[in-house]
DNA sequence: CTCAAGCTTCAAACCGCTTTGGATGACTGT
DNA sequence: ACAGTCATCCAAAGCGGTTTGAAGCTTGAG
């Protein structure tokens, strides 16, 4: 599909070379050549060969995702939708594209490699990282500028990143709580590997500190956020010797699961119970209207994707720019879940 | 980064051509040569330059999958996730990348001109076909291989494509509920223009039809599919003079919603109402166990991504096998959430 | 009128790989 | 000893762009 820059010159009886240069800006073309050039390579739908121009200049102008799935518990990242197109909004305008792998974790060595060593991308988006996330150092050796969606503790080198402030988010959600005189809240966290939840916890169990309750195992939970996983948690807290009368949820989707267990119990939200979950905005899960469904620490993982995006170009365009990082805050929202705990 | 051909080819002492052939599989290279030559590139950690390699084949060996993002309603499609996982692990198999591109809709036109004309896709994957779609004349028209998931109504030219039945889905749970005695069925479909929505319309007017029940507009909805559309749905008709007996929803995030709605105006799934839903079988979504929360229309997408690639790729490989197309039937699973109605 | 300077334009090399069309040499059969 | 096979290996020409170094043609100053 598609004149080449030598047709397109053949017909103008040009050289290649003016034709390139008059296409992308170069000074030494005259005007009125230039706007010949311009104008058959239009009305000829002229578009310069992607792997032929990346080739000539080195750069790919595209950026790579790994998204890894585990073999173990097979869930695709729910958040991974909006994050992309966030991302992909920004690539868009700055001519870049997006290219994706999906990668069983134990191919995750290999994938990286291979995708810096085939040239395929200019840099590399990290999704999902760990707590001790070997892959920052393995892209640091790969020499090549990436971006970590998150952070990961336990990591020493210096690498670039952009996260929500996690703990913070939680500690004031919790504190939030416990000022409405929650005295047993439990927190239900997302997987214990992944770095995010560590920062929860840590932001939550600061907060219980910070108002001298003791913490209870019994009201702490890690696994993969689903509606069941909520759903079960709370059913089962609830049945406790002395059960939670607030809850922490990961996500909306976990924050969903809550709620169904709490009124299939006869419990109602922000009276008998409450929940403050953790909203990323995601486009198919809306937590608005004049009172959200939900008290929530609120983030846009779409606005994350866009500003990552931004970084990681700016990283690849200017290499010497050091690492960069941002911390987003979140703000919280009240929403129709919480209330004064009950006397 | 990496090692060219050139290099590794020097290092041996051999040619550019042989170290090629040897790496390729080419008969014309003997045994011993090609031994020495892998155990080099091995060793040297060479994996050849993509852009290079397509640019000298022609083939770009990339899928592109184009999602598309209303502006009116910035929704992305949660469903796309877990279908990129499937599509992905194939592509990753046969060494194709996927290159993704979220698009606002104005702009579509350009976006598949340009990634055709840019040669940097061997085929394409178009997501969310609305009813009369325009992408599949204009992709026929580019000549590229492309699968549709899903199909278009009202379009002559053939095109490739892997659908679910939703009209016999919606047929089946329809024709279920009126077989456990419900007369006043609802549907909360999808948005209009999609044209999945067009066809489970379809196959529950048909089951009312067979059934003798008069179709009532106030029964039928349309819209986003998101968790608080089911709720306003469950509340706003369970308020009309002549309620129905049973929900069809269109997503399990539309049937929590319209769970959600029921519960709250105390009505228990199963017993005082019934729901079927559809399930895509989202890894986040899960509705399983020994007895499920919903009894639904139930078919992986992510197996759906799986299947949709390899359709996809044999038609990049063997240009004459035709349009291809796959119709995958759903399984009806039981739930908890359908009972006999009440009398 | 001549020559250096300034504009435009171009030929050719190159990016890293594949592939066509030999070339080389060992081996065979006569 | 000689032509004919066969098995190996290689030089060189692309693929479709970018970019370097230089050439052709005007100009204006000397």
Redesign the pocket.
């Known amino acids: 599909m598609?004149v080449?820059?030598?047709q397109l010159a053949a017909s103008l009886?040009?050289?290649?070379?003016?034709v390139?240069?008059a296409?992308?800006g170069f000074p030494?073309?005259?005007k009125a050549?230039r706007a010949r050039v311009q104008e058959a390579a239009q009305r000829a739908n002229y578009s310069?060969?992607t792997r032929?121009?990346s080739?000539?200049?080195?750069r790919a102008q595209a950026i790579g995702h790994v998204i890894p799935v585990s073999t173990s518990h097979e869930m695709v990242n729910p958040i991974f939708a909006d994050f992309i197109a966030g991302a992909g909004e920004i690539y868009a305008q700055s001519g870049y594209e997006m290219i994706l792998r999906v990668v069983p974790d134990a191919d995750e060595q290999h994938a990286y490699g291979d995708l810096v060593g085939r040239g395929a991308v200019d840099g590399i988006i990290v999704h999902g990282p760990r707590v001790r996330d070997p892959r920052v150092d393995m892209l640091t050796e790969l020499g090549i500028p990436f971006l970590v969606h998150g952070r990961t503790s336990q990591v020493n080198t210096p690498y670039s990143w952009l996260d929500i402030n996690n703990q913070r988010s939680f500690r004031r959600a919790a504190q939030f709580l416990i000022d409405f005189g929650h005295r047993r809240v439990a927190l239900i966290n997302g997987l214990e590997e992944m770095d995010f939840a560590r920062r929860r916890r840590s932001g939550y169990l600061d907060a219980l500190g910070a108002a001298g309750l003791a913490s209870d195992p019994l009201l702490m939970r890690q696994g993969e956020m689903t509606e069941p996983y909520g759903y079960r948690a709370a059913q089962e807290m609830m049945q406790l010797p002395d059960p939670p009368t607030g809850f922490l949820a990961s996500s909306m989707i976990v924050a969903y699961g809550l709620r169904r267990g709490l009124s299939d119990m006869g419990l109602k939200l922000g009276r008998d119970v409450s929940i403050v979950t953790h909203d990323d905005e995601l486009s198919y899960l809306p937590n608005d209207g004049d009172v959200p469904m939900f008290t929530a620490t609120r983030s846009s993982v779409r606005e994350a994707g866009r500003r990552a995006a931004r970084m990681l170009l700016r990283l690849v365009n200017e290499p010497d720019c050091g690492p960069l990082s941002e911390l987003m805050e979140t703000s919280l929202v009240l929403g129709a879940s919480t209330g004064p705990a009950r006397a």
């Open positions: 598609g080449t820059l030598k009886g040009l050289s290649p070379t003016t390139s240069r296409l992308n030494e073309v005259s050549t310069p060969n032929a121009k080739l000539a200049t080195g």
